[in-house]
């Protein structure tokens, strides 16, 4: 170091005094060594040069495209370089010189004048969370041409009777049970008693599927929900049993075993079905494989799970029991649950994942509670709450308009519409006399299905747009049976 | 009290590189949020240089960045660092989107000789308030980051530097058919940092 620094220092001052002579030794020639490139370019003499810099000159007209720092810097190296040169004597041929200066030039005539190394740290960072969809996406949104943006509804009537009442006799007023779900082939299921109907929605043909405990002994139906194909229905069955069953061929295909009490709650997330019992265990079941089940969670919920819904992107269930838990647990990962949440104060039944933003779940607690919560799960933070004042049964959001439906107990056994997320009623929806039990959205997500204590099964036009342009084309006929019915006006038909 | 407002006018090589990679990290930290990275939820709020900006709290993008930015402000110090480069690309195709570039011009005499500089703090913080308001205001000119993204840091150094062991040689990711802004840049009168962006601009191509 210490013999270093002295023999450095004078060379690079020398060389740094040089340079600054050069410098200045160039800075009249300057106009001069730029003329002279010019002139070197075109054969003919320039007579004089205009001094106005934007005109350019004739034979340069533009020299907008030209890096004049560039070229200044070029130049200057090239005096800098005779000048040295006729100091050191260099032992380079003159055209050496020149092919090593072209050679240099060709190569460093990048944006980086200068060589360098590209270090990328060898640990990336993290991926965003799986289904992260980009928060800016509402800016872009917003301002968007009025011809591309829908237009805006300003009044959108909702009517406050019910367009059709159906009777549901024996349906069984437990609040822990989900006996009622709407497939994507709209073809309602509901569960009365021991017996599975399929009620279809575009014909009105009704038509008994199963009926539990034909072998001698009790049982009944505890919870039905429709695989995304529409034709497969999973049946969660009092005796622990869970059937899967083609709906098309009325035929049973498999039985999925693994809980030792009633399985009240079933959820599907693509093959994958989820299934929560009295015996506060959840079991993933992967419908195809030989070894159904992929996953057992347990030791989260102590009492009987009644709540059980996958994110709309599969990748969290939320589950909900009587122990007035909320679980909300990552797809890839069951030994425990992402966010444990005790903020209800009774059991979590109602649940509802946000179709309009990711991450987003309204769950509604029983009768000690009444509230309607609302949470990020990505936090497990509590975004909202509000107290109905009543038990909450289920809960249902539109597919289309910012709003949320609930469906209540004692004492109204109303719905209620909310607008999210300032939680402002906008309509109340009267008509049962019992509990309303169990919510199902139809396909087209305009109608909301209802099946109550009172043994009926009423369907509400709640979110419906009046437009028939907005009806997707597979639910046309549903449509079309539709318009019959309002023609032959409120129409009671009796299941069975 | 009087020495210590003396004190503030010098900047030294150290203090420096202590302001430019306390930048790195803000800025850093500000697009991953501006630009929609990373979810919402992960960030929060802390008041830096007289603003409020916002820092994104997963435990694995902090460690990435303490890792990456000790080593950044190491070659700070040795002047060997000659632009950082902030690459967004899409996790699907893995293509480069976005490309956010901080140019460095070391002072070549504060790093051999260790001479000091004068400029007082509060004009270092206001240049640097200019370049996160307009990192704030880019989301108004570009495009809207459609797919879930990644990003990654380059440093561009010296070519007689040294290669840790826990970096890697990458190439530059460039993108093609791109559109550039120039941004304001700093200056501690050591370290100049020049801000610019580069994004995927399909349309002027066609």
Redesign the interface.
Same mark, same amino acid.
């Given at each position: 170091m210490a013999c270093k620094t002295p023999v450095k220092t004078p060379l690079?001052q020398a060389c740094r005094e040089r340079r600054a002579a050069n410098c200045q030794e160039y800075q009249s020639p300057r106009p001069v060594a730029l003329f002279r490139s010019a002139k070197k370019s075109t054969p003919c003499k320039t007579p004089s040069r205009i001094r106005s810099p934007g005109k350019g000159d004739r034979f340069i007209p533009s020299r907008r495209a030209m890096d004049l720092d560039v070229a200044h810097f070029t130049l200057m190296q090239e005096s800098a370089k005779e000048n040295a040169g006729s100091h050191a004597s260099d032992c380079l041929s003159p055209t050496k010189e020149e092919y090593k200066r072209q050679l240099a030039g060709s190569l460093l005539r990048t944006d980086?004048s200068?060589?360098? $190394?590209? !270090?990328?740290?060898?640990?990336?960072?993290?991926?965003?969370?799986e289904g992260?969809v980009?928060?800016? $996406?509402v !800016?872009?949104s917003q301002n968007m041409d009025p011809a591309v943006r829908p237009a805006k509804k300003a009044f959108r009537h909702i009517p406050s009777a019910p367009e059709r009442i159906l009777d549901a006799p024996e349906l069984v007023d437990d609040y822990y049970l989900n006996l009622l779900d709407w497939s994507a082939r709209n073809t309602l299921a509901i569960a009365l008693g021991s017996t599975v109907y399929l009620w279809n929605a575009a014909s009105g043909t009704i038509q008994e599927l199963m009926e539990a405990g034909n072998e001698g002994g009790e049982d009944y139906v505890t919870s039905v929900a429709w695989a995304g194909d529409g034709k497969h229905l999973a049946v969660g069955l009092g005796s622990s049993e869970v059937q899967l069953w083609d709906c098309e061929a009325n035929k049973q295909i498999r039985s999925l075993r693994g809980h030792s009490a009633r399985v009240g709650a079933l959820s599907w997330s693509g093959p994958t079905l989820s299934s929560g019992g009295r015996d506060s265990l959840i079991l993933n079941h992967d419908v195809r494989l030989r070894e159904h089940i992929t996953a057992r969670m347990t030791g989260a919920h102590e009492q009987e799970i009644c709540g059980l819904k996958w994110s709309p992107s599969g990748a969290q269930l939320a589950s909900g029991g009587n122990d007035n838990l909320l679980h909300v647990w990552d797809a890839a990962q069951s030994a425990a649950p992402l966010h444990r949440i005790d903020q209800h104060q009774a059991a979590v039944k109602a649940l509802a994942w946000c179709p309009f933003q990711a991450?987003l779940l309204a769950s509604g607690g029983g009768t000690a509670d009444r509230c309607i919560k609302f949470w990020?799960t990505?936090?497990g933070?509590c975004v909202n709450s509000i107290d109905t004042h009543s038990q909450v049964c289920a809960l249902q959001w539109s597919p289309t308009e910012r709003e949320l439906l609930s469906s209540h107990g004692f004492s109204q056994n109303q719905l209620c519409l909310w607008k999210y997320p300032s939680m402002a009623k906008v309509a109340e929806l009267t008509g049962h006399t019992a509990r309303v039990l169990h919510l199902a959205l139809s396909p087209d997500g305009t109608t909301v299905a209802s099946a109550a204590a009172d043994e009926t099964l009423r369907f509400w036009k709640v979110f419906g747009g009046n437009d028939a342009a907005s009806v997707p084309a597979g639910t046309r006929g549903k449509a079309a049976a539709k318009a019959q019915d309002s023609r032959s006006g409120l129409r009671s038909i009796n299941i069975r | 009290m009087a020495t210590a407002g003396a004190t503030r006018e010098t900047i030294t090589l150290k203090g420096s590189t202590a302001i430019v990679t306390e930048f790195f990290g803000y800025a850093v930290d500000s697009i991953l949020y501006q630009r929609g990275i990373y979810p919402e939820e992960n960030f929060t709020r802390v008041k830096k240089y007289g603003l409020s900006m916002l820092v994104c709290t997963d435990e694995r993008v902090r460690d990435y960045l303490k890792q990456v930015l000790s080593q950044i402000s190491e070659w700070l110090l040795t002047g060997k660092l000659q632009k950082l480069v902030l690459v967004v690309a899409s996790v699907a195709t893995k293509e480069v989107l976005e490309r956010w570039a901080f140019n460095i011009e070391t002072d070549k005499e504060s790093v051999q000789t260790g001479t000091t500089r004068e400029k007082s703090d509060k004009e270092i913080m206001s240049e640097i308030q200019a370049i996160v308001r307009q990192i704030t205001a880019s989301i108004t000119f570009l495009p809207l980051l459609d797919e879930t993204c990644t990003f990654d840091l380059l440093a561009y150094t010296a070519a007689d530097s040294a290669v840790p062991s826990t970096w890697e040689e990458s190439d530059a990711r460039l993108i093609n058919k791109s559109a550039e802004v120039k941004l304001r840049s700093f200056s501690t009168k050591v370290h100049q940092v020049d801000a610019m962006v580069a994004y995927k601009n399909d349309d002027e191509g066609d």
């Open positions: 690079g980086e200068e060589q360098c $190394r590209i !270090l990328a740290f060898k640990h990336k960072a993290p991926a965003p969370p992260h980009n928060p800016m $996406r !800016l872009y991450n990020n990505n936090t933070a | -």
